[in-house]
């Protein structure tokens, strides 16, 4: 480096950052930066004048307590400042400051000695260049300075400021003043106070100074590493509510589109309609116009006979003139045309459930907790909990937060969720599964998907356990021959078993006990018990009657009903209403509760096979058909809906269909014959699960089915004349 340069870079160093120029009387304030002491006092009154009591540095906005005597003077001078403004002297001619330190002339130094570390005169430079002692010492002019130089001028020996010691260098250290002093000082101010050397005193000092910096600078680093972060987290921030933005212009527009859409279809629907009132006038005005041209025309030309009034003419028109009067005058007269009156009605006005949330809660560090440690079961409560956290991880609650959790069932019907918050960034989800199968659960926090989530919850179903068995086959007590229909009392337990063959209902106890029997003049097809406790039994023959029997077995009424021509099966809706399926006319018929009445009566289009049995729960018709091989499922009016299962011996198929109930648990339970087994499925169809022969010996056939108060499944097994109790 050449000099001029650095010069260049030691004047900037020695630059004062209020006036931009070399620093006159630098002083240091506490922050450790250095000013003019003129700029400072100026920079302090210009405070005074705001009324303030502090002036901030320049450099790092560090606060300070403005002197009373409104200078800074008192603030300590820099060493290195002052050192660097006199080396910087040397280059600038004008600049007089250094002098001979030689003579007592006080001439202009032109050269300096580093040898005897003195600034010399002209003519002491001569009379040291003439004297042996002196004459080998290296001297540099002043306008010779090489990079070298001025790098030793700057780190010359001090030299005392104590008047005759001025020749002395401070080579002592003076623990006792904390200051620095000459050899004749230790002598004259300092002879009893400890003393070390300059040197040592400063190694131990800036053992001292290198701790506190190393400490400066982890701290300094960790402030970098936190201005990173503060910056990574600005960058994200940005994104983040850049992105946010773009959600809100996207669902905007989407929903400006949708508007857009709907405008259409509506402007179609006017101009459907607009077409269509129109066609209606356009038709009328048409019959009108036409019957006006014909009258017209008939008028005409009998208005000119009778003008003209010629006898013959008169007579032989006549017979013509007056049919064709008649004719028109008989014509069906169209009314007037009015059109329905149109209205724009809005039922609901637009009402956009969007806002801006701003939160310290990271969706991406939030939790579920719970949700894998417990079984899940259905018509069971089951809970789990959601846990806020902050991007730091901690858990945090925010007011505004908006927690969601869908929760899809098998057949993407969303299920009913209860969320309880807690105000303490921790929310306990409810819900209670209404029947088995993958569930999907999705949660979202502010509209951000939590970790892990969607993820699938697998609701077990409750299963049947075997209880036991009673009956046989014969014509005795609790045995059966032919075993049509079952139903159980949600009043009393009590199971009627239709025995066919032997003309009877039996009755028993919930545990299989035998009560008693109604005998019957016919063989009964079909049993129910009403709500009030009465059972209803179908017995088919010539006047289709149905029979009600007390509880006891004592024979209230029949009833006669016009509109069953050959019955299969009957039950009982929940309201009361009878439900019969029909052989004849292959129709499914819903009777008043009295019987006498019929409420509907349909039928599944396009199938020629008649329904075997039909109940009625949640609104809909479940019918079995045995010869189609399918439960048809229709909406309460009795329109068609779709079919479940079709032929097979697969989960979710059938072979001859009879009996079916629906348990507590929202199951459709279907008796599948030919299969010989229970089919259990959800009211969609999806199979769930079966009941089969390893509860059943030889060869069987599971004909009917019933569902107590407790939940408990009865079944009648046709072949082996036996009933099955579930648990």
Known sequence: ??????????????????????????????????????????????????????IKCPVCQTSFQIPETDTFENLPSSFHLNRLVDVLALEDGSVQSQRCNSCDENNTATCYCFVCQDFLCASCFEAHQRLKATRGHRNVLMDKLQAQDVQELIHRPVMCSQQYHEDQPLEFYC????????????????????????????????????????KVKAEMVRYESEIKKQTDLRNKNKIEILNEEKKMTDTVEKLIRDLREHERKMKDKFREIYEAEQ????????????????????????????????SVEILQTNHAILGRCNELLNVRKSDLYISPHIHYLVE?????????VVTKTDPSKCLAEGQDSKEVKERKETYFFIVTKDSDGFQCYQQDDKIKVNILTPEDDQLKTDIKDTKDGKYTVTYTPQGAGEHRVEILVNGQPLTGSPWIAQVHQHQYQFAFQFGSQGKGQGEFDDICDIDVSQKTGMIAVADGRNQRIQLFSSEGKFRREIKLEGEPRSVAFTDSGDLLTLVPGSDNKLRVFSEEGHFIKHINDKHLDKPSRLSIASDGRIIITDMSDKKIKVLSTAGNVLLQSFSAPDCDKFPFYAIYHQNKFFASYYHANCVKV???????????????????????????????????????RGNHRLQLLTLGGKFLSKIDGKYFKNVFWLSCVAINSGGNLIVGDHVNSRISVFH
């Open 1 to 54: 480096m050449d000099v001029q340069q650095l010069f260049k870079i030691l004047k900037k160093e020695a630059e004062c950052p209020l006036c931009i120029e070399t620093v006159k009387n630098p002083k240091t304030l506490p922050c450790l930066h250095s000013f003019c002491l003129e700029c400072l006092d100026r920079h302090a009154n210009f405070a005074r004048r705001q009324l303030k009591a502090t």
């Open 175 to 214: 623990e006792d003043c904390k200051v620095l002093i000459c050899h004749k000082c230790t002598v004259v101010s300092h002879d009893r106070h400890s003393k070390t050397d300059t040197q040592k005193a400063a190694q131990e000092q800036k053992m001292q100074m290198s701790d506190a910096v190393a």
């Open 279 to 310: 066609k209606h006038h356009a038709t009328r005005l048409e019959n009108f116009e036409l019957v006006a041209t014909q009258l017209k025309s008939c008028f005409e030309r009998c208005q000119s006979i009778l003008e003209r009034n010629f």
């Open 634 to 672: 229709f909406d309460k009016t009795g329109v068609y809906l779709h079919d479940i299962g079709c032929k097979g011996s697969n989960a979710g198929k059938f072979d001859g269909p009879c009996g079916v109930v629906i348990d507590k648990y929202n199951r459709l339970i279907v008796c599948d």
């Open 348 to 356: 609901k006005n637009l009402d956009l459930m969007d806002r801006v």
